[in-house]
């Protein structure tokens, strides 16, 4: 198992900046990618960017350019780093660990943090 804590979500003027950071604990040596998705009210969580074990990224179309995803393998962290933010990125941010089980894969959430884009 996997257990996700983040940090650093807030109140943020657009064109501001935000760093977000997930730290990881349990099995690590699991952990296939991580990630970080996002949520608003009434619609699907949607997926933001990833990271896999080897270092390959994605990003959602709407935020390419804008953000970065990297980690820090030595604190088990994951950060997204956000520039040049909109008020349609306002939205909880949840951390995803995806891992490997004996049966196959699973994923962890972390609790998410809220980031709100507002003048």
């Known amino acids: 198992q996997v257990q996700l804590v983040e940090s650093g979500g807030g109140l943020v003027q657009p064109g501001g900046s935000l760093r977000l950071s997930c730290v990881a604990s349990?099995?690590?040596?699991?952990?296939?990618?991580m990630g970080w998705y996002r949520q608003v009210p009434r619609k699907q969580r949607e997926p933001v960017a990833t990271?896999?074990?080897?270092?390959?990224?994605n990003y959602a179309d709407s935020v390419k350019g804008r953000f970065t995803i990297s980690r820090d393998n030595a604190k088990n962290t994951v950060y997204l780093q956000m520039n040049s933010l909109k008020p349609e990125d306002t939205a909880v941010y949840y951390c995803?660990?995806?891992?490997?089980?004996?049966?196959?894969?699973?994923?962890?959430w972390g609790q998410g943090t809220q980031v709100t884009v507002s003048s």
């Open positions: 995803i660990a995806n891992f490997r089980t004996i049966g196959g894969t699973s994923a962890s």
């Open positions: 990271i896999s074990s080897g270092g390959s990224t």
């Open positions: 349990g099995d690590i040596s699991s952990i296939n990618f």
